[in-house]
């Protein structure tokens, strides 16, 4: 059964970087046709595409977020990382990792979705 | 950008009645990159369904998709206790993948 895991800070500082961390169970990142993502949900607010990588590296980004976010992948461990940098009030969300089928453009498998507030 | 405009904003009705609820684009979007999903308070988003039409594993048959260009439905043909849920619609185009804002259905 695949299973994602976000974790990270759950407070981050204005002008700072935000750094989250997914670790995906139930399957190799780097024996799979599959890419994997990042999404957020602001409180009480829609969802948003941050971006994605592939098992090999290539990535995708929301063009709204590209120059801030980076988004890299250690197979050794299965997990890929989001670093959103500088962060604002406005990035306060549940970030969600999760499997990215790139064959019909969906979100397959999620993570529970981990809440970072940025606040002085 | 693409932009997906889903409606009602929420949906007031009982068990047992029928759901209909919209995504419009603002652009055609191809029938193979339009999903949806249900997001429970609380939980993360589930996939629902994807290509327009097709249901996601393990997802009751009361759930369909149809539609094409820029019109595009989900119907919940009778609503159980819990489907009570916001529901959204996604679409991908040109290495862009974007969400509607969400239609909540909700006990009347």
């Known amino acids: 059964q695949l299973q994602l895991q976000e974790s990270g800070p759950g407070l981050v500082k204005p002008s700072e970087a935000l750094s989250l961390t997914c670790t995906v169970s139930g399957a190799s990142i780097d024996r799979s046709t599959y890419y994997w993502g990042w999404l957020r949900q602001p409180p009480g607010k829609g969802l948003e595409w941050i971006g994605t990588i592939s098992y090999r590296g290539n990535t995708y980004y929301n063009p709204s977020r590209k120059s801030r976010a980076t988004i890299s992948v250690d197979t050794s461990k299965n997990q890929f990382s989001l670093k959103l940098s500088p962060v604002t009030a406005a990035d306060t969300a549940i970030y969600y990792c999760a499997r990215h089928n790139y064959g019909d453009h969906t979100f397959d498998y999620w993570g529970l979705g981990t809440l970072v507030t940025v606040t002085s | 950008e693409l932009v997906l405009t889903q409606s009602p904003g929420t949906l007031s009705l009982s068990p047992g009645e029928r759901a209909t609820l919209s995504c419009r684009a603002s652009?055609?979007?191809?029938?193979?990159?339009l999903a949806w999903y249900q997001q429970k308070p609380g939980q993360a988003p589930r996939l629902l369904i994807y290509?327009?039409?097709s249901r996601a594993a393990g997802i009751p048959d009361r759930f369909s998709g149809s539609g094409s260009g820029t019109d595009f439905t989900l119907t919940i043909s009778r609503l159980e206790p819990e489907d009570f849920a916001v529901y959204y619609c996604?679409?991908?185009?040109?290495?862009?993948?974007?969400f509607g804002q969400g239609t909540k259905v909700e006990f009347k």
């Open positions: 652009q055609s979007v191809s029938i193979y990159y």
């Open positions: 996604q679409q991908y185009s040109s290495s862009l993948w974007t």
């Open positions: 290509a327009t039409s």
